[in-house]
């Protein structure tokens, strides 16, 4: 039973318009999630992240979104550019049984066109 | 060099053969991860380590085995390689407090033939 789905594989946008990257979860013992960003042949890279006593968290461009009760996260890139053209990983962490670990999604590859 | 490295960066070897894949920390974090990428499947996890001499299993252990003398170090080693192991390997490693991010290697590409 996969705990973290995003369930878009992909999303295409126009530069400088709002990309809009979503992932639920199953898990209501998580307590942090993450966004991470992945270019080809490289490692994921830690993006931004939201602990669950919070309900949004802004870094320049991105924001991420967490709604408790629907168990959904989103992650808001505006405005979109180019190289944000990239695979994002989202992941969740935190409970009992857990500890120091994160699950992860399968993924959405974004592409952003110029 | 700072950061976290893993060796070789690619590798190709025979069906039955052992394979050790090296990953080397800098940063005296407590966790170490291991995860593969499949297409189709993101990151799952094969085995981790809270610290020293402590690892456990992840989602997809079968086939690996870890350890870890050092905290710096965390070899994953494929005892008898399989077909179904050809894939890219991230090793990755965070401090010790939930939800701390993770800092991942650039990862290994194996292929198995």
């Known amino acids: 039973d996969q705990q973290v789905k995003q369930n878009s594989p992909s999303l295409s946008v126009q530069e400088g318009r709002i990309s809009i990257l979503n992932c639920d979860y199953t898990n209501s013992m998580f307590d942090y999630f993450l966004w991470y960003k992945k270019y080809p042949a490289e490692g994921p890279t830690f993006l931004i992240s939201i602990s669950s006593i919070k309900d949004k968290n802004e870094d320049g461009r991105f924001t991420v979104f967490l709604n408790k009760s629907a168990k959904h996260l989103s992650l808001h890139i505006v405005p979109s550019q180019p190289g944000d053209s990239a695979v994002y990983f989202c992941?969740?962490?935190?409970?009992?049984?857990?500890?120091?670990?994160?699950?992860f999604g399968d993924g959405t590859t974004l592409t952003v066109k110029p | 060099d700072a950061g976290i490295t893993q060796s070789p960066r690619y590798k190709i070897t025979e069906t039955g053969r052992q394979v050790t894949l090296m990953c080397h920390q800098t940063w005296s974090h407590s966790y170490m991860f291991w995860y593969r990428q499949d297409l189709g499947h993101g990151l799952r996890l094969i085995y981790y380590?809270?610290?020293?001499?402590?690892?456990d299993k992840g989602e997809v252990p079968d086939g690996y085995v870890v350890s870890r003398s050092k905290t710096e170090n965390f070899p994953l080693t494929l005892e008898s390689a399989t077909r179904s192991q050809t894939s890219v390997y991230f090793c990755a490693s965070s401090e010790s407090r939930a939800g701390l991010a993770q800092y991942f290697g650039p990862g290994t590409r194996l292929l198995v033939l």
């Open positions: 380590s809270a610290a020293a001499d402590i690892t």
């Open positions: 992941a969740a962490s935190g409970g009992l049984t857990n500890a120091g670990k994160s699950t």
